[in-house]
Structures are given as structure tokens and as C-alpha cells.
DNA sequence: AGATTTACCGAACGAACGTTCGGTAACCTA
DNA sequence: TAGGTTACCGAACGTTCGTTCGGTAAATCT
């Protein structure tokens, strides 16, 4: 693999995909087999890394144990990624993307800054329990990148951010309410992503039904306990 | 120092205090001058741990890294504990009991229960800025303590949660509410513990208005924006 | 079929890790 | 003032760390 970085494939496909080699080729039908088995494999071990960072963290996790994780020698995971923090930031980037891109899918078809914030919550919840391990691994080593992967994790950070605080400006618009975006905005966070502290499949309400608790706690508080939607509704006009 | 461990002299005082030696003593107060001696090496040990700590996690933090930032050698720290583990044993008990102790104080003195689920967040938040690098021990690393120790944090982390259910159950039955407390807790906790990923004193409020903007967000929500009070009264009667 | 590239692996590298050991000055008690 | 305790420290212990190197069998391209 000449030179050799994964960062340097980074593009378009899934998790970044493989630089497709230019030049003549008669066939492209063998070169994406290639590009997506080797796409398949690292996925693999993006999971199992992710199971391991999630349960000693990313310092107190081991490339040795990561190899144990994935079946495979510690020499023959770097065929994947150069380092062990290119393995976090590859995590925390798939993850951030995906949950980013998800939301503003569901956002598109979606009206009325209330219903807007629910299902900002209830995609996020979705995403979360669904993907727990990489979800508390992105939330959990928030500081742990540093320098030019540490600052791209922080961008897509901040553009989350911003997609919330715009949908509780425009609730604030809509309905003529006081309150501070910022505390706002960083007090639901801290209720959506808390949960991997404790939420446990066996006991606790699934994702949507933790969704409407959550949003009702936030929009209404305890002291004004929620209309209990029963659904929410795909609305597309 | 004979068999030495800290664990073995915990008793009473500040942080766990030196065991008294029992036996003959014509004069106590050259014990007790020892025995502070001791604590408040103990003490100034323990902020830099935690300062450390919070800097680089505790897998991350090294006992170099210890060492260098308590101006102490690598050798020399261990006259105070027997290892690392103990080391985020001692600052995670003694945070934890501290803001129990205070919250339980302050409690005594309040009536009403929305004013005490409001004296229980300022004191959280009041406490959790005051000292911000040991909360964030304490909450970042609610996993790392196994065993014994592991056992003995999260029995107090058990009472802590206990605390809070009862109040909230206190305002559910007052108010005749509805709502799940166990999600009302964990939501509340995750608003107040969330903040140490954010706060930023230069920008933020301070610990007193923050609580009210909390108290006020988690009791009304957003769409029942704040019946800002201005002051907390001390009731007392 | 021969040449190249891919997908690994065993073994080893030097550095860093948590902890211990044997000392030694300063202090306290008797 | 002698004897014991306290409060350290320099140097080293064995282990584990992230990473690299040289190799090889299989797959793919020409």
C-alpha cells in the first residue's frame, strides 16, 4: 500500500473509502471489490475498537487488547490505520457525520419549530442507543484528539451545535419566549448524551419512547408534565 | 510509618485523617500537629492529582506527571498512598461526601418542595464550580474504580441519586404531578453534570444564576420559561 | 505465466509505565 | 542526647506500551 495512510484515501465513500487509482482500467467492477473489502474490513475493526474504547477508554485501552478485539495481530491492524489516534478519530468522525447527516434528512421533512426540536431529540436518542458504543466513545474522549484531528472533531462539533441552537431560536420566535439559547442548547445535551451513563436496554424505554420523556421534560419541565403525543407523525407539507 | 496504608487510617477527620495512635500520651496536640501535618500534605497532593486528573484523564496522567505538578518526587508520593487507584479513591470519596454533607445541611434549613429541589441544584452547581477539576474526576471517571473501592464510590453515588429521587417524588406528590422520576433524576443529573464539558467562567454565569436558569429549566422547560426569582430565600421555618 | 499488489503475521524496538528498595536528613520523644 | 519516627529521594525493577521491520501466502493485474 505505497504511502499509505487511510487518512490520505479519505473521500467520498462509507467510512472514507480507499483512493481509487487513477489511470486505465477495463474493468472498475474489480476495483471497488477491492475498495470495499478493504471498507468491510476496517469497519470490522472500528467496531470491535469501539467496544474496547467504550469499556476502558481510549488511554487505558491497548493496541494489544484492540487485536484480541478483532482477531487479527497487533502488526496486522496497522494495515488499516496508522495509529491508535487515527483509529479514535476515525470513530468519532463516522459517527458525528452520520448522526449530523441523519438529522438533516429527517429535518427536511419535517414543520413547526416544536415538532422540529422533537425529532432533533429523537434521532439523536435513535442514533445514540443504537450505536452506544461508538456514541459514548465520541462523547466520552471529547478531549482526547488533539492538534488537526482534534480541531476537524471539534468543527463537526460545533456544527451540531448550531443546527440545535437554530431550532430552539426559531421555537423562541415561533412561540415570542424568553429564555438563553446557549444554556438551552447545552442543558438538552447534557440530558441526551448523560444517558450512556446509565441507560439500560433491559429496564429503560426504548429510543423513541426516551425520546418523547426527554422531550417533554425539556420543553415543558416537570412542573407542566407533557402532552403525551402518541406518535410523531412524518409530516411532509 | 509501619504497614501503611492511608485506607487502614480513614476515620474521621478532614480527609480521612492519620489513625490515632492509641496508648499513653501525656499531650495530644503534638499528635494532632503531626496528624495535620500529614492531611494537609495529603490535601495539597490530592489538588494537583486532580488538577492532573482532569488535565489527562487517569489513564492518561502518569505518576511522573503526578509527581512533577505536586513538586514532589515519584518515590516520595507514595509515603501518602499505596498506589494510583487509591490516589482516585481518596479525591473521588472525599468530593462526593463533601457535597452530600452540604446538600443534607442545607436541606435542613429549607422548606417547600420546589425550593428544595432548587437548594439541591444550587448546591450541586454552587460546589461542582468551586471545584471543578475534582467533579470532573469524579463524573468522568465514574467507571474506573473496580472492586472494593469501586463498590464503596458507587454505594455513595447510590445515596446521592436517593437524595434527589426523594425530593422530586416530594414535588411530585405535593404539586399532584406525573412523571417518571427516574428519568426526571437522570435528565437533572445529566443538565448538571454536563456542565463541566462547557463551563467557561470568563463567559458563563456564575454558579448562583446558573442554578436558577437550571432549576427554572428543568422545572418549566423551555416552552414555560422562568418565573425568575431573585434571591433563595434561607427559610427556616 | 510472471510481476505486482494486498493482506496480513512473528518478533523485536526503545520508551514509558506503576511500584519498590535502600538510603538519609530532619524532627520528635524520652 | 540517644533512639525512633517521619518525610522524603535516586535508582532501579519487571512489565507493558505504541509502533516498525522483514517476511510470506494469496489475490490481482499484465
Redesign the interface.
Known amino acids: 500500500m505505497a504511502l499509505s495512510t487511510v487518512e490520505a484515501r479519505l473521500t467520498g465513500a462509507p467510512l472514507g473509502g480507499r483512493k481509487i487509482r487513477s489511470g486505465i482500467s477495463t474493468t472498475k467492477s474489480t476495483e471497488e471489490i477491492v475498495d470495499s473489502r478493504f471498507d468491510r474490513r476496517l469497519a470490522k475493526v472500528l467496531r470491535h475498537a469501539a467496544r474496547i474504547f467504550c469499556e ?2 481510549y ?2 485501552a491497548s493496541m494489544r487488547d484492540l487485536s484480541r478485539a478483532a482477531g487479527m495481530s497487533l502488526a496486522g491492524l496497522y494495515h488499516y490505520f496508522d495509529s491508535k489516534e487515527e483509529l479514535l478519530y476515525l470513530i468519532q468522525k463516522h459517527s458525528f457525520r452520520t448522526i449530523i447527516e441523519r438529522a438533516e434528512e429527517r429535518l427536511k421533512n419535517t414543520r413547526g419549530a ?1 415538532q422540529r426540536v422533537r425529532v432533533f431529540i429523537e434521532n439523536h436518542l435513535e442514533y445514540f442507543l443504537a450505536n452506544k458504543d461508538a456514541m459514548k466513545v465520541l462523547t ?1 474522549e ?1 478531549e ?1 484528539l488533539k492538534n488537526g484531528r482534534g480541531a476537524e472533531i471539534r468543527a463537526i462539533k460545533r456544527e451540531y451545535y448550531r443546527i440545535c441552537l437554530e431550532l ?1 431560536e426559531d ?2 420566535r415561533e ?1 415570542g ?4 439559547g ?3 442548547v ?2 438538552l ?7 450512556y ?2 441507560h439500560n436496554p433491559r429496564v ?2 426504548n429510543a423513541h419512547e ?1 425520546a418523547e ?2 422531550s ?11 402532552k403525551t403525543k402518541r406518535k410523531i407523525p412524518k409530516a411532509n407539507a
Not at 419566549?177 to 438563553?180: A, C, K, P, R
Open positions: 476502558k477508554g488511554a487505558g416544536e466520552h471529547d482526547t430552539l421555537l423562541r412561540k419566549l424568553q429564555f438563553s446557549r444554556i438551552a447545552l442543558g445535551f447534557g440530558m441526551i448524551n448523560w444517558i451513563t446509565w429503560d424505554l426516551l420523556e426527554m417533554n421534560l425539556f420543553l415543558c419541565g416537570v412542573l407542566h408534565p407533557g
